[in-house]
C-alpha cells in the first residue's frame, strides 16, 4: 500500500512538492515572525533562546549575529559552538545540518532550494531541494555560496567569496567559483617539504582528487559503452585513442613528465576500453 506524503514531508525528503501547501504557507509565516524577533532583539542571551525556538536543534554556545534569514527554521540543525556573522541566509527547503565548532563569516549563503529545469514544471510552481550537511571545525569565509545537495567534510576552510558546487572531503582548503582545492589543512610548511612523510601524505590528498575524476571519466565511459551497444560500434578506435594520448601529453606543463603521463594515460586508455567491452558484452 502506498504511503501518503504530505507536502511538507516531500520537502523535507527532496522530492517535487508545492510550496503553496497550506501547511508550508504558514510555516513560513511563522518563520518570518520568528525572524523579526530574533534580527530585533538586542540581548545576545534573548536572541539564543529565540533561534533555538526556531531552529530544528542546537547545541550549546550557538550564537548567530543579525540579520539571519530562513524558509522555516525547523530543518536547521547546528552543533556546539556555532558562530554566524551578519547577514546569514540559511533556505532550509531541506535539513541543513551544521557540525560542531563551525564558524561563518557574514554573508555566508546556503542554499538547499532548487526548482525544475523543465519550465513548464517549474511554472506550474513546484520546487524540490537537496539537503546541505557541514562536518566539525568547519570554517566558511565571508560571501561564501553553498549550493543544493552538497556535504562538507571535517576541518574544510572555505575562501571568501566561493561558491561551492561540489562535496568537499575532511581537511581540504577550497575557493574559488566553483570551489576547487588550494591546500590541505595539514600540508606541512615550505621548509619541510623535504620531509617523506610529508610528500607520502601530499600524494595521498591527490590522489584522492584523481580517484574522484577517474570515476567521473568512468561514468562517461559507461554512457559511451551503452552508445556503441546500440549503434553495434566497434569499442577500439586506434585513430582516435592515438589523437587522445597526443592531447593528454600536451597538457602538461612539465616537458619532463609529458613521456611518463601518456604512458600513464595509456593505462587509463586500456582499463577504459576493457570496462567498454565488459559493459557492450553484457
Known sequence: MET?????????????????????????????EQMKLINNEADRQIRRQ?????????GSNAHIEPEISFDYGYNIHVGKNFYANFNSIFLDICPITIGDNCMFGPNVQLYTASHPLNPAKRNSGLEFGKPITIGDNVWL????????????????????????????PDNYVVGGNPARFIKSVEDEPASESDDLDSQREKIDLIDR???????????AVTEIAAIKKSRGQKVFDPSREEK???????????????????????????????YQKDQIDK
Open 141 to 168: 569565509g565571508g560571501g561564501v555560496i553553498i549550493i543544493p545537495g552538497v556535504t562538507l567534510g571535517d576541518n574544510v576552510v572555505v575562501a571568501a567569496g566561493s561558491v561551492v558546487t561540489e562535496s568537499v
Open 50 to 58: 529565540l533561534v533555538e525556538e526556531s531552529f530544528g536543534s542546537t
Open 209 to 219: 582528487k584523481i580517484i574522484a575524476l577517474l570515476e567521473q571519466r568512468m561514468d
Open 244 to 274: 587522445i594520448l597526443e592531447k593528454a601529453a600536451s597538457y602538461a606543463k612539465n616537458e619532463a613528465y609529458r613521456e611518463a603521463l601518456k604512458d600513464t594515460y595509456q593505462g587509463i586508455m586500456d582499463v577504459s576500453k576493457k
Open 4 to 32: 501518503f506524503k504530505t507536502e511538507k514531508q516531500k520537502m523535507i525528503d527532496g522530492e517535487l512538492y508545492f510550496a503553496s501547501d497550506p501547511e508550508l504557507v504558514a510555516g513560513r509565516k511563522h518563520a518570518r
